[in-house]
């Protein structure tokens, strides 16, 4: 006997809710990267699952305009990868990022997929937001009054929650509050959602505060203020176009105050906004040299050196780089060409426009749209100073597809199998057995990194090379796991494993200034100079 139509789409919806639960919140302690990359896998996999489960028997239709820019993207992405110079890291990224071409299509997918969604299942979704917030934020205040279950080795001031960074706690917490301030200042939420808004705006606060994020209260404004407006609008036409004005006027004094200008300089402006122009400018020397296709995908942080200019070597020493540049535009521009940064730019706007367009046709949801672009547009600010990390990135993707569905979308009860489905489930499968090489490399290679052995022991250092080697051989073409490895012996003064490690290193990614490093420094050590010179000279 068939199931009721009812049932299977709430099925559809539970696990679309608990895989975007998964993405925000999945944590592997074990591995290296215990924050991002295991929520990237999850994100990938799925995916590629609810992708080809949205796709038709016309897939494609030429004159919509959201599924020729996003094929536009993909295809550029796809582009980007064949001409990239080290083809592993375009793909899958940096380690501690984990944002490379394949976590892009795979948002692309996820916005192609919601986009489909109608309206009951966008807005169940965007009350699975609210629930996934609270949790996020619980799991922060047990960090802030050090009841966390797990003891982090915290580097940070502020909390790191499920993202490993005191930023990215500190935006996820301004998109909880924003939630929380839409459902208290609904008019048909009832007493319960009101409290529950009101609990999660206030753990927001204490979350932003504790993360000791400023950017995080910055976000919140900006993702509160449509939603004021719209209810000032509503009140009155004068009263919201003084809301407005309002709202402009602090995002100027705010963008004053980042160039030292104006009154809100000491909450604007931090040290760390230095920083973000050192990267900036080094962004801009490279879409000079390079515009079509940039110095490669996530490729960032091995030409940063050879672009920055001189206040940033005077300011932070010649051995500091980053490897994005703090700017989504700038930095896909920058790694993939102007093309990249204009069809992003080009896919937002063409969102505004959609969200635009739904408050002028859709009078009985418009709050509900007005909170989601409130959420979204917290996202894109946030997206301007920092980098994309896939727990927050993902939510802006999903969003960005419920402002562009079509309001006509009618959620299908049919779960039929389809070639896309099968082509989809076989694909996801074999990504699931590559991440588990990756999670394995990731393990191996946090449990031999920290190995503690005596210094200047030839069998010790032996053994402990070996055991970095075989972590390696879980993902052999990732270059990041000799130069942890040279890393991690060179500390132990154990020179010629160190060296053995770094060439391996250099064979994969002769860029790297850093497996150059280690082993111009250990040949050093070894008293092998004219080797040295030459391997300081490569770099």
């Given at each position: 006997m068939a199931k009721?139509?009812?049932?299977?789409?709430?099925?559809?919806?539970?696990?679309?809710s608990i895989y975007l639960g998964l993405v925000t919140f999945f944590l592997l302690p074990s591995a290296m990267d215990p924050f991002l990359m295991p929520k990237a896998a999850i994100l990938i996999i799925g995916s590629i699952w609810f992708f080809s489960s949205s796709i038709k028997h016309v897939w494609f239709n030429a004159k919509d305009p959201l599924q020729v820019l996003l094929s536009l993207l993909a295809i550029w992405f796809l582009l980007l990868l064949l001409v990239s110079d080290?083809?592993?890291?375009?793909?899958?990224g940096v380690n501690g990022r984990a944002t490379g071409i394949i976590f892009y299509l795979a948002l692309i997918g996820l916005m192609w997929h919601t986009s489909k969604f109608e309206l009951v299942k966008q807005k169940r979704i965007y009350s699975s937001f609210g629930i996934i917030g609270l949790l996020v934020l619980f799991y922060g205040l047990l960090q802030y009054l050090n009841l966390d279950p797990y003891k982090w080795n915290l580097v940070y001031?502020?909390?790191?929650?499920?993202?490993?960074?005191?930023?990215?706690?500190?935006?996820?917490?301004?998109?909880?509050?924003?939630?929380?301030?839409?459902?208290?200042?609904?008019?048909?939420?009832?007493?319960k959602l009101k409290l529950f808004g009101l609990l999660l705006v206030t753990l927001s606060l204490v979350n932003i505060y504790a993360s000791r994020a400023t950017q995080g209260f910055?976000?919140?404004?900006?993702?509160?203020?449509?939603?004021?407006?719209?209810?000032?609008?509503?009140?009155?036409?004068?009263?919201?176009?003084?809301?407005?004005?309002?709202?402009?006027?602090?995002?100027?004094?705010?963008?004053?105050?980042?160039?030292?200008l104006g009154p809100l300089t000491e909450i604007a402006y931090k040290q760390s906004v230095s920083y973000r122009g050192d990267f900036w400018r080094a962004a801009f020397n490279m879409i000079k040299e390079n515009p079509v296709f940039g110095v490669g995908f996530e490729r960032f942080g091995?030409?940063?050196?050879?672009?920055?200019?001189?206040?940033?070597?005077?300011?932070?020493?010649?051995?500091?780089?980053?490897?994005?540049?703090?700017?989504?535009?700038?930095?896909?521009?920058?790694?993939?060409?102007?093309?990249?940064?204009?069809?992003?730019?080009?896919?937002?706007?063409?969102?505004?426009?959609?969200?635009?367009?739904?408050l002028k046709t859709?009078?009985?949801?418009?709050?509900?749209?007005?909170?989601?672009?409130?959420?979204?547009?917290?996202?894109?600010?946030?997206?301007?100073?920092?980098?994309?990390?896939?727990?927050?990135?993902?939510?802006?993707?999903?969003?960005?597809?419920?402002?562009?569905?079509?309001?006509?979308?009618?959620?299908?009860?049919?779960?039929?199998?389809?070639?896309?489905?099968?082509?989809?489930?076989?694909?996801?499968?074999?990504?699931?057995?590559?991440?588990?090489?990756?999670?394995?490399?990731q393990t191996s290679m946090r449990n031999a990194f920290y190995l503690q052995i005596p210094k200047g022991n030839q069998e010790y250092a032996d053994?402990?090379?070996?055991?970095?080697?075989?972590?390696?051989?879980?993902?052999?073409?990732?270059?990041?796991?000799?130069?942890?490895?040279?890393?991690?012996?060179?500390?132990?003064?154990?020179?010629?494993?160190?060296?053995?490690?770094?060439?391996?290193?250099?064979?994969?990614?002769?860029?790297?200034?850093?497996?150059w490093y280690f082993l111009a420094t250990a040949q050093e050590k070894l008293s092998l100079f004219n080797d040295a010179i030459n391997s300081r000279e490569a770099a």
């Open positions: 009721p139509k009812q049932l299977i789409i709430k099925n559809k919806y539970l696990a679309f080290y083809k592993w890291i375009s793909l899958f001031k502020g909390i790191i929650g499920v993202f490993g960074n005191p930023n990215f706690m500190g935006a996820f917490s301004a998109l909880a509050g924003i939630y929380g301030f839409s459902l208290g200042l609904n008019r048909n939420s009832n007493a910055v976000s919140l404004a900006i993702g509160i203020a449509p939603i004021l407006v719209f209810l000032m609008f509503n009140k009155a036409r004068s009263l919201g176009y003084f809301g407005l004005g309002i709202s402009a006027t602090g995002l100027l004094l705010f963008l004053a105050g980042l160039f030292q091995v030409n940063y050196r050879s672009y920055r200019d001189l206040p940033q070597v005077l300011r932070n020493g010649a051995d500091a780089y980053s490897d994005n540049a703090h700017n989504i535009y700038l930095q896909f521009a920058a790694t993939g060409g102007l093309m990249l940064a204009l069809l992003y730019l080009a896919l937002n706007v063409f969102i505004v426009i959609n969200f635009v367009n739904k859709q009078s009985d949801n418009s709050y509900f749209y007005v909170a989601i672009f409130g959420i979204w547009l917290a996202i894109q600010a946030q997206s301007l100073i920092s980098v994309d990390t896939p727990g927050i990135a993902l939510w802006g993707w999903v969003f960005a597809g419920f402002l562009c569905a079509n309001p006509e979308n009618k959620d299908s009860a049919k779960s039929e199998i389809s070639p896309a489905k099968i082509v989809g489930a076989v694909t996801a499968m074999a990504f699931s057995v590559l991440s588990i090489f990756q999670f394995n490399a053994a402990k090379a070996g055991i970095l080697q075989k972590a390696q051989n879980h993902e052999p073409w990732n270059a990041e796991w000799p130069i942890l490895s040279a890393n991690s012996l060179i500390q132990d003064e154990a020179y010629k494993q160190t060296i053995e490690a770094a060439k391996r290193a250099v064979k994969l990614d002769p860029k790297d200034y850093r497996g």
